[in-house]
């Protein structure tokens, strides 16, 4: 029952609610067929943009086109999309039969077709056996079937998904994930995906963008996301651990100096900010070999496949190392650390990346 997917195009989409600016002038790609995940923290204006694309509300400013087609000024149902919220929004008093017909009811699909559409979709959703049931009957992921398969009855062009596994706990969340994950690899369609869990849109999404304030961030796949981030904001979000940081500034000797580093960094600003990913720092135990800083141990998490290991420094704040579970050490232990310099980033006072890499000053680091 598949078809292939209609691409989106986002040209400097805007949305403002009286004073507040959800949306500022944005512009964004989904390909055809692709699984793109919206992220950002709460309040960013993925929501509203999804609700954009399926003309849920109308954009104050830009277009907004699907399958080649403008479609700002068409009416929701016109689109060729379907979307699947949080809240499944199921009819309590249906089957899940009529749950499933229902849209297609409503266009008037003839019935031959829409029973076989019905029984075509609860057969690829695992659905068979529950098509008498009530809603009320159902676990929360079954519910959440039921939802995902009334949109795709109706074999849209575009899967518009409002954090649909956020009402679910910690497993059904993982396993919900994976089942979307394959939907799209056995249907090929469009599907815009919005969290606001970084480690879920990472996992899901073939090309992730990041939101905050209303702003795309960084559009990319999720190891580009992760390992080149282009700006502060997007480092700082995607991670966990979330990424350690020191701030850093030109010395008379024109190092960026910061805590126990005086980096030879690329020539630019006076004001740079250090990150550096936990998995990227080696925490040699006492007694080990020098590295880039000396820290005293605060806390060992042993979470079994890793140890996290929080250091006092370097400078004021905290880090966190991610360790072997073979790595021997105590709170209190005084320990070497070393970074992978060739994986660190510097930004610069505006929060945007800073190209070239880091470096301890006077060494000379392979690249
Ligand atoms: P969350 O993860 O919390 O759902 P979000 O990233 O999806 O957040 P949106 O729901 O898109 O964010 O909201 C973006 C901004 O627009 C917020 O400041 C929100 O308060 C505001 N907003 C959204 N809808 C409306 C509305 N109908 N009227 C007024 N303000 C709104």
């Known amino acids: 029952m598949s078809r292939a997917g209609q691409g989106v195009v986002l040209r400097g989409v805007g949305k403002r ?40 509300e109308t954009p104050t400013s830009g277009e907004v086109w699907i399958g080649g087609r403008r479609v700002d000024e068409v009416e929701p149902g016109a689109r060729d999309v379907a979307m699947v919220f949080q809240s499944y929004a199921l009819y309590p008093h249906m089957t899940v039969a009529r749950n499933l017909g229902f849209g297609l009811r409503v266009r008037g699909t003839p019935a031959a077709e829409l029973e076989r559409r019905v029984a075509e979709t609860a057969g690829a959703l695992g659905l068979g056996d529950l098509l008498e049931r009530k809603p009320g009957q159902l676990s929360g992921g079954q519910r959440q079937r039921v939802a995902l398969g009334r949109a795709m009855v109706r074999d ?19 396993r919900t994930r994976d089942e979307i994950a394959a939907l799209h690899r056995r249907l090929g369609t469009t599907m815009v995906f ?22 795309l961030q960084q559009v990319g796949t999720p190891d580009e996301v992760y390992r080149r981030p282009r700006n502060l904001f997007v480092a700082g979000f995607v ?38 990913r936990p998995e990227d720092l080696a925490v040699a135990g006492p ?13 060992v998490e042993a979470l079994g496949s890793e140890q996290r290991v929080h250091l006092d420094g370097p400078g004021d704040a905290a880090w966190v190392a991610r360790a072997s579970p073979a790595l021997r050490v105590a709170p209190g232990a005084r320990v070497s650390v070393s970074i992978a310099w060739d994986r660190s980033h ?11 890499v880091a470096r301890p000053a006077g060494q000379q680091v392979p690249r």
Not at 17 to 42: C, H, I, W, Y
Not at 346 to 356: A, I, K, N, Q, V
């Open 194 to 215: 919005v969290t606001h869990d970084q480690v879920e849109a990472l996992s899901l999404g073939q090309r992730v963008a990041v939101m905050d304030r209303g702003r």
């Open 346 to 356: 510097l930004f610069g006072p505006d929060g945007r990346r800073e190209e070239g």
């Open 239 to 276: 991670g966990s651990p979330p990424i350690n940081r020191i701030g850093l500034s030109r010395d008379g000797s024109g190092a960026l100096a910061g805590g126990p580093f005086a980096l030879a960094g690329p020539s630019g600003p006076d004001q740079a900010t250090l990150t550096v």
């Open 287 to 299: 007694g080990g070999t020098e590295g880039d800083f000396r820290a005293t141990v605060l806390r």
């Open 17 to 56: 609610f009286g004073d507040v600016v959800a949306v500022q002038s944005m512009n964004l790609e989904v390909r055809p067929g692709e699984l793109m995940v919206l992220v950002g923290p709460s309040g960013c204006g993925k929501s509203t943009l999804l609700r954009l694309i399926a003309g849920l």
């Open 156 to 174: 849209p062009g575009v899967f518009l998904f409002d954090e649909p596994l956020s009402n679910l706990d910690a497993e059904l969340r993982l």
